[in-house]
């Protein structure tokens, strides 16, 4: 059974990013689901390697090295992509690489390894606090490591162009 084809059994994933505890999933809409939020509201991706990133969107020869340096930044490319949605008008999309590149952040980027890209969002009920039981309760598989599950800092997010770069958060 391939993984992206059967988005209906699609596990939701609880596990700690290289920021915060965070949900993880192949089906954006089951993501936005279970998070309160709209079905059809943009969801990042995150990936483990820059090799997947080339395969999904172009990123602009001007802010190449910014990409490929940044840590714990997510970017909002926009223009046609290959998972651009059915019906939508709205070609963006944020995607995070997480690269092994610090001891701690080793295991959130070799889970990924296991999957082409998978959807990602905090852990928590849509404009609430984390807490720990709602986590807990809404996952169907939680992966731990040495670092537990705990809420911290999320990343900080531009939207790129060919022209600009723009702080969101």
């Given at each position: 059974?391939?993984?992206?084809?059967?988005?209906?059994?699609?596990?939701?994933?609880?596990?700690?990013?290289?920021?915060?505890?965070?949900?993880?999933?192949?089906?954006?809409?089951?993501?936005?689901?279970?998070?309160?939020?709209?079905?059809?509201?943009?969801?990042?991706?995150?990936?483990?390697?820059?090799?997947?990133?080339?395969?999904?969107?172009?990123?602009?020869?001007?802010?190449?090295?910014?990409?490929?340096?940044?840590?714990?930044?997510?970017?909002?490319?926009?223009?046609?992509?290959?998972?651009?949605?059915?019906?939508?008008?709205?070609?963006?999309?944020?995607?995070?690489?997480?690269?092994p590149h610090r001891l701690q952040e080793t295991s959130h980027?070799?889970?990924?390894?296991?999957?082409?890209?998978?959807?990602?969002?905090?852990?928590?009920?849509?404009?609430?606090?984390?807490?720990?039981?709602?986590?807990?309760?809404?996952?169907?598989?939680?992966?731990?490591?040495k670092r537990g599950l705990a809420e911290s800092q999320p990343?900080?997010?531009?939207?790129?162009?060919?022209?600009?770069?723009?702080?969101?958060?």
């Amino acid at each position: 059974m391939d993984f992206f084809t059967d988005c209906e059994v699609a596990p939701i994933f609880l596990a700690q990013s290289d920021t915060t505890a965070g949900f993880l999933c192949a089906d954006f809409v089951k993501l936005n689901a279970i998070k309160g939020r709209l079905k059809s509201q943009n969801t990042l991706l995150t990936l483990d390697s820059f090799c997947k990133l080339k395969n999904l969107v172009r990123i602009p020869e001007k802010y190449k090295n910014r990409v490929r340096r940044s840590t714990k930044n997510t970017f909002i490319y926009s223009g046609k992509h290959a998972l651009s949605r059915e019906g939508s008008e709205n070609t963006k999309l944020a995607i995070r690489v997480i690269k092994p590149h610090r001891l701690q952040e080793t295991s959130h980027a070799d889970f990924l390894r296991f999957f082409p890209f998978l959807y990602s969002s905090s852990a928590n009920a849509h404009h609430q606090m984390f807490h720990l039981d709602f986590a807990l309760q809404k996952a169907d598989m939680v992966i731990l490591d040495k670092r537990g599950l705990a809420e911290s800092q999320p990343s900080k997010i531009y939207k790129i162009s060919n022209f600009n770069l723009k702080c969101i958060r």
